[in-house]
C-alpha cells in the first residue's frame, strides 16, 4: 500500500485535513468542523512522510490494541504517542488492506463521536 492510497482513503472521512505541527516529517490527519488555523481539531491517524514502507499510527481501543500487537509484527506501540490508545501499523503486507481500511475508520470514529 503506497502513501497516496493511504492518503486518499484517510481524507474521505467528513471534514479532516492533513496538518503539520510536528513539522513536514510528519503528515496529522484530523477531524474537526474546518481546517482554521485557530481549531486544532483532533488527531486520528499520522503518516511519517517518506518511509517506505508506509509508517501509519492510529488511535485504537486498548484491548483491541493488545490483541492486535500479540498477533502481528507490523503493528506496535504508537511511536511517540500513548501506547495504551495508539498503535504504528508498518504496512508491509501482514494485514489486508481491508483490516487497514477498518483499522482507520475504527481511529476515526473513535475521535469523531461526541465527547459526553
Known amino acids: 500500500m503506497d502513501h497516496k492510497s493511504v492518503?486518499?482513503?484517510l481524507l474521505g472521512f467528513p471534514n479532516t485535513w492533513i496538518d503539520y505541527p510536528f513539522g513536514k516529517e510528519?503528515?496529522?490527519y484530523k477531524f474537526g468542523s474546518s481546517p482554521?488555523?485557530?481549531?486544532?481539531?483532533?488527531?486520528f491517524a499520522l503518516i511519517s512522510v517518506g518511509k517506505t514502507p508506509v509508517r501509519l499510527s492510529l488511535k485504537c481501543d486498548p484491548l483491541l490494541a493488545k490483541h492486535l500487537r500479540e498477533k502481528y509484527d507490523e503493528?506496535?506501540?504508537?511511536?511517540?504517542?500513548?501506547?495504551?490508545?495508539?498503535?504504528?501499523?508498518?504496512?508491509?503486507?501482514?494485514?489486508?488492506?481491508?483490516?487497514?481500511?477498518?483499522?482507520?475508520?475504527l481511529s476515526y470514529d473513535l475521535v469523531a463521536?461526541?465527547?459526553?
Not at 463521536?113 to 459526553?116: S, T
Request: no cysteine; aromatic share 10%; net charge negative.
Open 75 to 105: 503493528v506496535m506501540p504508537g511511536f511517540q504517542l500513548n501506547k495504551k490508545y495508539w498503535i504504528t501499523v508498518v504496512l508491509s503486507g501482514q494485514l489486508t488492506w481491508e483490516e487497514i481500511q477498518g483499522l482507520i475508520r
Open 113 to 116: 463521536e461526541p465527547v459526553v
Open 36 to 43: 482554521d488555523p485557530n481549531e486544532e481539531g483532533r488527531m
Open 7 to 9: 492518503n486518499k482513503f
Open 26 to 28: 510528519v503528515a496529522v
